[in-house]
């Protein structure tokens, strides 16, 4: 990675085959929520760019798929709520045509979706996702028993079909890197965790609050500034003060390390947090 504080991370190899195994490799040192998102949105989304992912886990007591959302565009509440809940009938139907597709990468397109999943359907295409690609594991000889489920989305839907040999080649590494965050986060407990003595999550202000808000969402020091009627210059001296607080070394771990320590929970802008577990 680099530690700039415009770029996340290097570009990798154009050799797409060398860029798959830097992405399994590094996806062995993932353990927790926001690393996964660090890895999510350097090497597998520079394989597979996506706006959206969604990412599903099989919760034994719980009996059901358990999803988390992370977004870099801002979505409608509902469609929000209609992605963060494995019995939603939009998550249902996507786990129906994959299983359909036999369990291969499939690629749904959004304008076919069912008469009754119309307002989903449109908030999907407001937020410029004519597509999706979504991909899974289940148990051996049991197809319809699904470990776990994984839908990217891309504004640049034309594109998806290409990376699906690609979702195929990283999903056992997505899998197992997303099956390991759950454990590790289950065994310390997200909200209880230890927090590195470096990070300060009371230094940081209201102010710099907005700043990560607009910063998941990708937004420029100069973009930022016209939000905030400051200027590009005080957005950028902000930007330090919250890598320095956060430990953080580029925008993207600061934005991963608030979604972990929740200093985003009462921002109203969505986007890029990750949907707490829908309980039965």
């Not at 291969?104 to 397109?109: A, F, H, L, M, Q």
């Not at 999943?117 to 289940?138: E, I």
């Not at 910063?215 to 590009?232: H, M």
Request: charged share 20%; with cysteine.
């Amino acid at each position: 990675m680099t530690t700039n504080d415009n770029q996340a991370v290097t570009t990798p190899p154009g050799d797409p085959v060398e860029a798959i195994v830097r992405a399994a490799e590094s996806a062995l040192t993932v353990r927790r929520r926001y690393q996964f998102f660090v890895w999510t949105q350097s090497y597998l989304s520079r394989l597979i760019p996506h706006q959206l992912a969604v990412c599903g886990s099989y919760d034994r007591g719980a009996r059901e798929l358990l999803f988390d959302v992370f977004n870099s565009v801002s979505l409608e509440p509902a469609l929000m709520d209609a992605l963060g809940d494995g019995r939603s009938l939009l998550m249902q139907h996507w786990q129906a045509c994959w299983l359909e597709g036999r369990c291969k990468p499939t690629v749904i397109s959004t304008a076919g979706l069912i008469a009754s999943l119309g307002p989903v359907r449109d908030a999907l295409l407001a937020a410029q996702f004519p597509a999706v690609l979504v991909h899974g594991v289940s148990r051996p000889q049991r197809p319809q028993e699904i470990e776990s489920f994984f839908i990217f989305a891309a504004q640049d839907g034309a594109a998806l079909a290409g990376h699906a040999d690609r979702l195929e080649l990283l999903t056992p590494h997505i899998h197992g890197a997303w099956q390991r965050v759950q454990a590790v986060e289950r065994d310390v407990g997200v909200a209880g965790a230890p927090l590195p003595p470096t990070i300060r999550v009371g230094g940081v202000t209201q102010r710099e609050r907005e700043i990560l808000s607009w910063l998941r969402e990708g937004k420029s020091n100069q973009q930022i500034a016209e939000e905030l009627g400051i200027s590009a210059l005080t957005v950028k001296n902000h930007v330090q003060k919250i890598l320095r607080k956060l430990n953080a070394s580029n925008r993207a771990q600061a934005v991963a390390q608030a979604m972990s320590l929740q200093l985003l929970e009462r921002v109203q802008t969505p986007a890029l947090v990750p949907r707490s577990r829908v309980t039965p």
